[in-house]
């Protein structure tokens, strides 16, 4: 299979590797002339086999993307397919489909997990979109995912949009349990009565009811920085969470966790916190995502 891929960021650029690792052919497309592999969108989709093409866009969500489907959908004919595998708003999926729609080119949203570590361990899916569609796809999923049972990392979770709406709660669960593991991180070394906080925390990774992937990464955060000396405690944040908020208030659906934890990363922006630096940390091990560096360091 031959796919085109745009945008060749810190996470296309490992799709693109793991792709081809798993036997599926890949052309891609960045602005970055020192990493893309044709000039432009025109030659990506020149060098894809006609009737068939399948282009996985993979770009910051809003404008960005809306504005590199436009071009596709001029560029592109009956037969052939897009996947929007970025954080896009899961609302704008359906007018990207109907856009695409009317040139016979059929779409796809993905929701992906797995930040910079995917290219080794590989991307939870969750994939919205007709069902030949998403069939017609299923060897670029199954090269992007996890090893083992295909239902254990990816999962056809509905139409267009509900790839992108599963990954917004996805990423509001996230916001919840970073906050959790941040918090309780504070009070271990507020309190001065434990003798070394990382070392407790890297005991609870096994054998305890809250080990999880995103413990382990703290534990390697403070164990590069052991009192996260070197992060200063500001956190961003990328939109999912307050996408999943907002829906929560529009279904009425109780999320104080998830809210509590969006309002924390505002807190951030405002006075030091080490528990928002903890998050700070985790954000930066799972995704690669910039920290700014403390004023001392």
């Known amino acids: 299979m031959h796919?085109?891929?745009?945008?060749?960021?810190?996470?296309?650029?490992?799709?693109?590797?793991?792709?081809?690792?798993?036997?599926?052919?890949?052309?891609?497309y960045d602005r970055n002339p020192q990493v893309t592999d044709v000039a432009d969108l025109p030659a990506l989709v020149a060098a894809l086999p006609a009737g068939e093409r399948v282009v996985w866009v993979m770009?910051?969500?809003?404008?960005?993307?809306?504005?590199?489907?436009?071009?596709?959908?001029g560029l592109l004919s009956a037969g052939d397919l897009v996947i929007d595998g970025g954080n896009s708003y899961y609302q704008d999926d359906q007018p990207h489909a109907e856009l695409?729609?009317?040139?016979?080119?059929?779409?796809?949203?993905?929701?992906?997990?797995?930040?910079?570590?995917?290219?080794?361990?590989?991307?939870?899916?969750?994939?919205?979109?007709?069902?030949?569609?998403?069939?017609r796809s299923m060897p670029v999923f199954d090269a992007l995912r996890p090893a083992g049972d295909r239902a254990d990392g990816f999962?056809?979770?509905?139409?267009v949009g509900a790839g992108h709406f599963a990954k917004m709660v996805h990423n509001g669960v996230e916001y919840g349990l970073m906050q959790a593991y941040a918090e309780g991180y504070e009070l271990l070394a507020a309190k001065g009565l434990?003798?070394?906080?990382?070392?407790?925390?890297?005991?609870w990774t096994h054998g305890t009811v809250v080990r999880s992937w995103l413990l382990d990464l703290l534990v390697k955060a403070l164990a590069q920085d052991p009192g996260l000396a070197r992060i200063e405690d500001w956190v961003d944040d990328s939109g999912e969470g307050r996408w999943t908020v907002d829906e929560a208030i529009d279904l009425a659906v109780p999320a104080p966790v998830i809210s509590?934890?969006?309002?924390?990363?505002?807190?951030?922006?405002?006075?030091?916190?080490?528990a928002m630096k903890a998050v700070a940390a985790l954000r930066q091990q799972f995704g690669g995502h910039a920290v700014k560096p403390a004023p001392s360091s």
């Open 155 to 159: 999962v056809h979770v509905g139409p």
């Open 3 to 28: 796919v085109g891929l745009v945008g060749l960021g810190k996470m296309g650029a490992n799709m693109r590797t793991r792709l081809r690792e798993g036997g599926v052919e890949v052309t891609g």
């Open 100 to 135: 695409l729609a009317q040139h016979g080119v059929d779409f796809i949203d993905v929701g992906v997990s797995g930040g910079v570590w995917g290219l080794t361990e590989g991307y939870g899916l969750m994939v919205g979109g007709e069902p030949a569609a998403v069939e």
């Open 194 to 203: 434990v003798t070394d906080v990382p070392a407790v925390m890297r005991a």
């Open 59 to 73: 770009v910051p969500s809003g404008t960005v993307t809306d504005a590199v489907i436009r071009e596709l959908a």
């Open 260 to 274: 509590a934890a969006l309002f924390a990363r505002f807190a951030s922006r405002q006075g030091e916190s080490p």
